[in-house]
């Protein structure tokens, strides 16, 4: 008697839930339906690719193998990075290309054009704006062959003949004697275009009323863009630091025409590229240039991370608690 | 703190949004901005709060021209339509920010801020953000950022727009009382004209930038200078005829076809001889009567205590306040009786009252 109540009720327990089951399966399935062709191309495209290079990171592949003689060499190629005698001095130069690239122009300048543009008349703001974008519609090679000529060897050259020569300094060789300077003022002007985009559209973005409220408050212009736009750029400049110290960390190419490393050049993408796929000797190394890559991108997440942190993504991101007055 | 404009004028390209403001606002004076949408009332705020420069004229705080004084040496506090909250700081942030820029000592500010939290009833949301507050809500702590600095004026910019109707309703007395509880001169700019009507002192009524009255509320609405102020005030609107006075018998009479209303001698007297001209009278002031003049009734809105009606009189409709119980319906024949003490008469050219000057 007991036993067929219970089982009654385990029958109805178990047709009250079976709608819900079925209808939790479908509401799983369709969303993951519309995903689909996202997700195909985030796998095929950007999954996939870095499980290769991964795994080529394990192998000793090179132009010396080809694809037939290779084999696993599990984590010598890392070892052999954390050994190099270039890895050092390579890693230092690229903390300092990011950094400085990103301090004083990605971000630095790009702040300050558009700070500048946005509290000028309308239309001079939007002019000067778009003569900083030249730059970036020059393609690299000519771009670069413009700085060149600028810094070409003494006696050539423009600096040399034409901005300090009648100032009475003395022609120099500035590539090889500023490397610095100019590997980090191409890649900035170039670089300063994007941030100076985004933080403008940003400013102006922002209410009018903020704006007005803040000056009746008593803000001057310095304070206002102290205490109110800035901090309302906080997500475009978590953007704009994170997405071009990633950009930074794997481009490579101004350096390559500018100075192909030579002068204490080198960067680690360079390094990576020059090792795997382009070098004077002929001999491709996949695997170690692989391994070089994935290093990179490890760098690359923690830097990710720390932004993060450090910006408070999570308190940017919190729901609101509204309760009627 | 007094408050005068001088001819105070603001062209923004071929627009005029102020044009020759005249104003003089006294010492603790609560003065409403009139005007429909696009008028120019927000622009004469902005340009009294020191973010536009006048294109001519002057402004003058007791008696000193302050058109060069940048915004932050004119102690106003402003409360905005869109409340303008500072999103990325707490309430208490927000209500103390003005302070912090008049370098206010630390003690007395906290103190202040939590002066006006309380009478505000927002203490229990000092550490709430503007995004976690509702609309009532934010308007309050707006509402605090303005007084918390001890503004020698106040400014409004449709502060209460964006309320529902029962907050707006509630809002309004509770600013009214705080203004006079401060002492505080304050302008306060608005589309709506109860709101105007029932808070200020005074109502400035602008239109097309320019001002059209500048007078008590009661004196808007019984003695309306134009034809504007007279349809723009009041609610249901009043009612305008095209008449003609003439004498006749000794009687001045206001008449159209199907129209005939004897006048006021000291009223009719006034539009007599012009030909045609514009008679006004509120929905208010025209009563459905035994006798009188008839008409149709033509549409029945019942407004709860009240019905609209609108009766038609040959061509043109009249809208009449009515006792519901009175039970008027549409098709009803219907006589109306006008309260002539309240007839306005206007000139159909200038659009300038005949009565009032
Ligand atoms: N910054 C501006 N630039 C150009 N025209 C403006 C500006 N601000 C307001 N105007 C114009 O001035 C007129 C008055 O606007 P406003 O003062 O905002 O009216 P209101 O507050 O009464 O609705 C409008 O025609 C508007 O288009
Ligand atoms: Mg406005």
Partial sequence: MSESASTVQALEAGKAHYPEEKASLRSLLSPLLFMAPAIILVVVFFFIPVVIVLAISLTDMSTATGFNNWKWVQFDNYRRIATHPNTLPVLRNTLMYVALTLALFNVGMALVIALLTTHVPRRSGFLFRALWLLPRLTPSVVYIMMWKYVAADAPYGILNQHLLGPLGIPPTNWLPAQPWLFVILTNGFIGASFGMVIFTSAIESIPYDYMVAALVDGCSLWQRIRYLILPLLRWPLLFVTTYQTLSLLTS???????????????????????RALSNYWGNFQWGFGAALAAVLVLIGVVMALVYMRYFQFNQLVQEPKIEAL | MKVK????TKRWGPVYAARDINLDINDGEFVAFLGPSGCGKTTTLLLIAGIYKPTAGRILFDDRVMNQVPPKNRNIGMVFQSYALYPHMTVYENLVFPMKLKRVPPAEMKARAQRVAEMLGISQLLDRRPGQLSGGQQQRVALGRAL?????????????????????????????????????????????????????????????????????????????????????????????IEVEVVLRDGVYHAQRAGFDLPLLTERGGQ????????????????MIAEEGIAGEVYVVEPLGRDDLIDVRIGEVHVHVLADPNRRCKVGDRVHLCFNTQKIQLFDPKTEQSLLWT
């Fill in chain 2, 148 to 240: 918390t600095k001890h503004p020698d004026l106040l400014l409004f910019d449709e502060p209460l727009s964006n309320l529902d109707a029962r907050l707006r309703l509630s809002m309004r007395a509770e600013i009214k009382r705080l203004q006079m509880d401060l002492g505080v001169t304050a302008i306060y700019v608005t589309h709506d004209q109860v709101e105007a009507m029932t808070m200020a002192d005074r109502v400035a009524v602008m239109k097309d930038g320019q001002l059209q009255a500048y007078c008590p509320p009661n004196e808007l609405y019984d003695r309306p200078r134009t034809l504007f102020i007279a349809g723009f005030v009041g609610n249901p609107p009043m009612n305008f």
């Fill in chain 1, 252 to 274: 490579f190419e101004q350096i390559l025409l500018l100075t192909e490393g030579q002068f204490g050049t080198e960067v680690w993408s360079l390094w990576a590229y020059q």
């Fill in chain 2, 5 to 8: 404009l001088e001819n105070l």
């Fill in chain 2, 271 to 286: 539009a007599a001889g012009r030909g045609p001209v514009i008679l006004g009278v509120r929905p208010e002031d025209v």
